[in-house]
T-cell receptor, first 116, second 109 residues
Framework: KAGVTQTPRYLIKTRGQQVTLSCSPI?????VSWYQQTPGQGLQFLFE???????NKGNFPGRFSGRQFSNSRSEMNVSTLELGDSALYLC???????????????FGPGTRLTVL | GEDVEQSLFLSVREGDSSVINCTYT??????LYWYKQEPGAGLQLLTY?????DMKQDQRLTVLLNKKDKHLSLRIADTQTGDSAIYFC?????????FGAGTTVTVRA
């Protein structure tokens, strides 16, 4: 099976712009989670989608949003970018079902976002 | 609470065993995980242990879980230069994973 793919791998934006990142999960996986990784804060949970619905959300401002499509692919959007949004954004795919409990999560290579 | 703590650095000689330690706080965690991250890459799931287990072995990897002390360790036998990376311990908190800060393992010849 192909692994989790994320596009683009690298992005450079300026403050105030918005950005959309994409994630394709492992075939058959219906749960997609997003994490932000920064040197200062480490890995932090953004949100989780299952069957096109956001099931869970981390402690991030409303500028961070996402969605999931019927084929389980997911996008996340960050509007009005700030310097502090520079990070590696990781997507994780899981076969977790309706229980919502986190099982094995398989990560993609990430999108490195730099905000200037 | 959702605090996972790990030591930040470990230096080990090639061929020796590496032991990375981790403590967690959420006693209701169902699974505990070890991930590996190489420079410029995402997280690779190395292994995980269910909370009702004490030990899990997978080739060169051995995971030990002390649920009473909320202590998790990862032992890598016969450490190789390719094992140089950052290793993250994580606990499952219902729907998400909570990660430690990561242990940077450096393998020296």
């Amino acid at each position: 099976k192909a692994g989790v793919t994320q596009t683009p791998r690298y992005l450079i934006k300026t403050r105030g712009q918005q950005v959309t990142l994409s994630c394709s999960p492992i075939s058959g996986h219906r749960s997609v989670s997003w994490y932000q990784q920064t040197p200062g804060q480490g890995l932090q949970f953004l949100f989780e989608y299952f069957s096109e619905t956001q099931r869970n959300k981390g402690n991030f401002p409303g500028r961070f949003s996402g969605r999931q499509f019927s084929n389980s692919r997911s996008e996340m959007n960050v509007s009005t970018l700030e310097l502090g949004d520079s990070a590696l954004y990781l997507c994780a795919s899981s076969s977790t079902g309706t229980s919502g409990r986190a099982g094995e999560q398989f990560f993609g290579p990430g999108t490195r976002l730099t905000v200037l | 609470g959702e605090d996972v703590e790990q030591s930040l650095f470990l230096s080990v000689r090639e061929g020796d065993s590496s032991v990375i330690n981790c403590t967690y706080t959420d006693s209701s965690s169902t699974y505990l995980y070890w991930y590996k991250q190489e420079p410029g890459a995402g997280l690779q799931l190395l292994t995980y242990i269910f909370s009702n287990m004490d030990m899990k072995q997978d080739q060169r990897l051995t995971v030990l879980l002390n649920k009473k002390d909320k202590h998790l360790s990862l032992r890598i036998a016969d450490t190789q230069t390719g094992d140089s990376a950052i290793y993250f311990c994580a606990e499952s908190n219902d729907y998400k994973l909570s990660f430690g800060a990561g242990t940077t393992v450096t393998v020296r010849a």
